[in-house]
């Protein structure tokens, strides 16, 4: 049986591939604040704007492709029994060939409606106003927003907790409730951090492997150290 290898992904894998990070070093995305685009707020006041900024996210995926960070995970699932929890609301991971993705913060190309969270359409071309559910209901991003909450982290926690190895690559480690499945992560499973810019992680009580490489270098480095110790 294969071993249980998860791994927690950020904006960082995603920059290589040119989608711009959730916040700017100007607290703007885009060159927007990020609560007129991302909050249930920024949705009653403008929806236009919202629908129009995730309109512009969702066709940038047609113009960008996974990069070798992304490839590498999925070359992973030959040895392992690989389960992505992604902070990132592109496809990426899918195109690249991963299977099991998880998307904590939603996904760019789905839609859902704005009184039933449970109604959620697939989506590939721009949404208006005037799409709505079969209950005449608008439409809005399936996206999770600032102060709404996480639906997918509990199944989140419950693949964390049945990790053998565990591995987080391109996040900062500071949005939470994600950087907190740090702690459902058993004390006997290693751990392997893949940034550029790594930070410190109090009372860790794991081994801890830091990697200071931007994905497309230090997901290979990975997959090497990974097949040869635990192979």
């Known amino acids: 049986m294969k071993k249980k290898l998860v791994i927690l992904t950020g904006a960082g894998i995603s920059a ?14 885009e060159g927007h604040d990020v609560m007129e685009v991302a909050s249930p ?9 919202v629908l129009d900024f995730y309109n512009q996210r969702r066709r940038q995926l047609n113009d960008v492709k996974p990069n070798l960070g992304h490839r590498e995970l999925a070359q992973l699932q030959i040895h ?19 299977k099991k993705v998880l ?7 789905k839609v859902r409606s704005t009184k039933n969270p449970k109604y959620i359409l697939d989506w590939e071309g721009d949404l208006n106003l005037g799409n709505v559910d079969s209950f005449n209901h608008q439409l809005r991003p399936h996206i999770v927003w600032f102060g709404e909450a996480v639906p997918a982290f509990e ?35 290693p751990i392997f951090y893949i940034d550029p810019n ?12 830091t990697i200071p490489m931007v994905a497309s ?3 290979p480095l990975l997959k090497n150290q990974l097949l040869a110790q635990f192979q």
């Open 103 to 109: 998307h904590l913060h939603g996904e760019l190309r």
């Open 155 to 189: 199944e989140a926690i419950a693949i964390t907790e049945g990790a053998d190895y565990f591995a987080v690559i391109g996040t900062s480690l500071q949005v939470y409730p994600a950087a907190g499945l740090l702690d459902y992560v058993s004390a006997k499973t």
């Open 41 to 49: 707020e920024g949705w009653q006041k403008n929806p236009e704007l």
């Open 16 to 29: 290589e591939s040119g989608i711009k990070t959730f916040r700017d070093s100007d607290g703007l995305w």
């Open 198 to 209: 790594p930070i410190a992680i109090p009372n860790l009580r794991n081994s801890l492997k």
């Open 217 to 219: 270098e230090g997901v």
């Open 80 to 98: 392992f029994d690989v389960h992505i929890i992604t902070q990132n609301v592109d496809d990426l991971h899918e195109r690249a060939g991963s």
